[in-house]
């Protein structure tokens, strides 16, 4: 197995078993396009080497078909294939009769090729035709020699074979691609399996207000977790918290860029509350289970840290609107106040999300956070 076809096999058999267990992680049953979608790209990725080298082989069939008028006479490179099958023994007594009997050749012998046993002729001092027997029992006669037709007459006459000529030889088989259309094959490759496993993160976390990057390292959480032994689903939980924390405050970094106008961060406090509400859902599951005393103590920790989010993502919008960003219908202001007290409320226990600071709807129409 060739390097393209090892990355192709393993590059494959990751995406598709990464599917599986996201589509069964995440409900894929809910929405099964994208999971299917990725399935079928880590077919085709199984899939490209061959289908590549297949192209390679019509590509020079169809090659020599276009030269064929011009490059390749009816005396050169020519292969001629019976229509009927003969037996290798009777065959190769036909070509040594034909041989021994005419001037036109100096001597015959036994070769062995990757199908079986079969002949080369010799003529004109270092020239060869070449007889052989396909998988079917049909003999095959090429040659670059006027010598070549003789013979398949001569076979014709001895054996009432009825031979046809043929574009390419049958035993042309599909040769791996190799230069630099392997580089590009195996690019090819990576990009489609990283495509594959993007839709699957994207369908994990549909809807909700995190970016590609966000949910691929949502995603390894949960599949760490699924892995590792040493990985609890208190753990991930945990994690993920954290992480999140960290994509709020990053929320307050970014509405204070000078070039984000009101829609920009009003979407980027909108996002801050929503997310918001996922860490104090993970947080209150956390916390539901029975908690060592260092995860105890890393859950007050987290929380701690996001109510500081809230309130740095709030204190942002508060000097963007303080500092010339128009407001006229109050969105931002409005906003900036749910995570100010979103800043000031402990995570509740286990309860409606209504109860949480964090739960928020945003009316598409009129970007009112409700």
């Known amino acids: 197995m060739n390097a393209v076809r090892a990355l192709s096999a393993a590059s494959a058999g990751l995406l598709a078993a990464f599917v599986a267990w996201a589509a069964a992680t995440y409900d894929g049953g809910a929405r099964p396009v994208p999971y299917l979608l990725a399935a079928a790209t880590a077919v085709a990725v199984l899939l490209a080497p061959a289908g590549a080298a297949r192209a390679k082989l019509l590509g020079k069939r169809a ?152 949910k691929f390292t949502l995603v390894s959480m949960d599949a760490r977790a699924a892995i590792d032994p040493g990985v609890s689903e208190t753990e991930a939980k945990l994690h993920k918290a954290a992480f999140l924390v960290r994509s709020i405050r990053e929320e307050a970094v970014e509405i204070r860029w000078r070039d984000a106008d009101a829609e920009r961060v009003h979407a980027n406090a909108v996002q801050a509350l929503r997310t918001d509400r996922t860490v104090r859902e993970l947080l209150r599951s956390a916390r539901s289970a029975s908690l060592t005393a260092e995860q105890a103590a890393r859950a007050d920790r987290i929380e701690t840290a996001l109510l500081a989010a809230d309130r740095r993502v709030a204190a942002a919008v508060r000097n963007r609107t303080g500092t010339g960003l128009a407001d006229p219908d109050g969105d931002l202001d409005e906003v900036r106040r749910r995570l100010a007290e979103a800043g000031e409320t402990p995570v509740a226990p286990a309860g409606p999300a209504g109860d949480d600071p964090g739960a928020v709807t945003v009316d598409r129409r009129s970007r009112t956070v409700g």
């Open 63 to 214: 090659l020599r078909h276009v030269r064929g008028g011009s490059e390749f006479s009816a005396e050169r490179g020519t292969v001629f294939r019976a229509t009927s099958p003969l037996g290798r023994a009777d065959l190769f007594d036909a070509v040594e009769e034909v041989v021994g009997g005419s001037g036109d050749f100096e001597g015959v012998r036994t070769d062995e090729f990757p199908e079986g046993e079969g002949l080369v002729v010799t003529h004109a001092g270092f020239h060869a035709l070449f007889v052989r027997v396909t998988d079917a029992g049909h003999p095959v006669v090429t040659g670059a020699s006027k010598r070549t037709r003789r013979l398949v007459d001569a076979l014709e006459r001895t054996r009432s074979l009825s031979f046809e000529r043929v574009e390419t030889s049958p035993f042309l088989d599909p040769e791996p691609v190799r230069g630099g259309p392997r580089v590009l094959l195996a690019g090819a490759l990576v990009v489609a399996t990283l495509g594959g496993a993007t839709v699957v993160v994207d369908a994990a976390h549909a809807g909700e207000p995190y970016n590609t990057a966000e």
